[in-house]
């Protein structure tokens, strides 16, 4: 059985409300993270990549002030929603997403990784009973 086979055969078994995939993205390319329309795209490329349907208009705001100034958004998705959150000083995305439907984390993080052009990844995954 491959691992999202059983992946998804835990979450059944659980009958899970729910699963959070945190994905941290290191070495990204610095003007994707930095341009809401790059922002908007990895936005769009990750609901798809992961079979969910977007509720809504995504929210991209800059926002905060010195170090922790940058780009943060917001997507609904009809099973609960994506953050993402950038650190334009080390060029990394922190990215969460919060389904009730079942997805594929590693799926998800591959598609974030490419996009962004990150060096490396790593990604926690834990499900809601």
């Known amino acids: 059985m491959d691992s999202t086979n059983s992946l998804k055969k835990e979450y059944d078994e659980h009958q899970c409300w729910g699963m959070v995939a945190s994905i941290?993205?290191?070495?990204?390319h610095p003007q994707y993270i930095k341009t809401p329309e790059k922002i908007?795209?990895?936005?769009?490329?990750?609901?798809?990549?992961?079979?969910?349907?977007?509720?809504?208009?995504s929210q991209i705001q800059r926002f905060a002030e010195g170090a922790l100034e940058g780009y943060s958004a917001l997507q609904f998705i009809e099973t609960?929603?994506?953050?993402?959150?950038?650190?334009?000083?080390k060029n990394r995305a922190f990215i969460d997403v919060f389904s009730c439907k079942f997805f594929e984390p590693k799926m998800a993080e591959k598609f974030c990784q490419n996009y962004l052009e990150a060096k490396s990844a790593k990604t926690l995954h834990y499900f809601r009973t």
């Open 24 to 28: 941290d993205l290191y070495d990204c």
């Open 80 to 89: 609960s929603s994506v953050t993402m959150h950038f650190d334009e000083g």
């Open 40 to 57: 908007q795209e990895l936005i769009d490329g990750l609901i798809n990549s992961i079979g969910m349907k977007k509720f809504g208009n």
